[in-house]
T-cell receptor, first 114, second 116 residues
Framework: AQSVAQPEDQVNVAEGNPLTVKCTYS??????LFWYVQYPNRGLQFLLK??????LVKGSYGFEAEFNKSQTSFHLKKPSALVSDSALYFC????????????FGAGTRLAVHP | GAVVSQHPSWVICKSGTSVKIECRSL??????MFWYRQFPKQSLMLMAT?????????EQGVEKDKFLINHASLTLSTLTVTSAHPEDSSFYIC????????????FGNGTRLTVT
């Protein structure tokens, strides 16, 4: 079965420090991976995606993610966290076939403290 | 570009009534739209895939007679929660994709439904 796991319910980091939000996946075939961010009572905003090519993907708001095929991981990173980065982050994988729907991980709440 | 508009942003209704939620792609055509449901502090659960001009495809466990989906045009999909009950209270989010399987989904801002 295809799935996405985000092992951490919450990540706490001080402003200015680097942050990592973890994601691992299980898919058949080549993975199409995505990161989204959600602010309270809002829909999701697209941050970045990995389809093919360089393992380090750069996205919006200074975020980047590293694809690691051997570890089946796609961790989200940012070199220097901002308080405004505090939000709920979702990793997603495309399910091949049909309508190419996305399945989401459980989400990780990022709290950046001043 | 790629803006998805969802309306209303919140709605309160009484048990037994029906509620319609609209999802529009404002600057692109969407053959396929997706409806998700999100419970408090939980992830998004895909309810159904909405297809323009044909019947929606529902995920296992989702009652199609309860959650009616109509995708009448390339820019509009609607979700109607029929005979709503308090357990239907949730955050409903629609999304759409530009053409291409590797294109990201673009999400509406969601609808907070409260059934009293």
């Amino acid at each position: 079965a295809q799935s996405v796991a985000q092992p951490e319910d919450q990540v706490n980091v001080a402003e200015g420090n680097p942050l990592t939000v973890k994601c691992t996946y299980s898919v058949s075939g080549n993975p199409y991976l995505f990161w989204y961010v959600q602010y309270p009572n809002r829909g999701l905003q697209f941050l970045l995606k990995y389809i093919t090519g360089d393992n380090l993907v750069k996205g919006s708001y200074g975020f980047e993610a590293e694809f690691n095929k051997s570890q089946t991981s796609f961790h989200l990173k940012k070199p220097s966290a901002l308080v405004s980065d505090s939000a709920l982050y979702f990793c997603a994988v495309r399910v091949s076939g049909g309508y190419n729907k996305l399945i989401f991980g459980a989400g990780t709440r990022l709290a950046v403290h001043p | 570009g790629a803006v998805v508009s969802q309306h209303p942003s919140w709605v309160i209704c009484k048990s037994g009534t029906s509620v319609k939620i609209e999802c529009r792609s404002l600057d692109f055509q969407a053959t396929t739209m997706f409806w998700y449901r999100q419970f408090p502090k939980q992830s998004l659960m895909l309810m159904a895939t909405s297809n323009e001009g044909s019947k929606a495809t529902y995920e296992q466990g989702v009652e199609k007679d309860k959650f009616l989906i109509n995708h009448a045009s390339l820019t509009l999909s609607t979700l109607t929660v029929t005979s709503a009950h308090p357990e239907d209270s949730s955050f409903y989010i629609c999304s759409a994709r530009l053409t291409g399987a590797d294109s990201p989904l673009h999400f509406g801002n969601g609808t907070r439904l409260t059934v009293t």
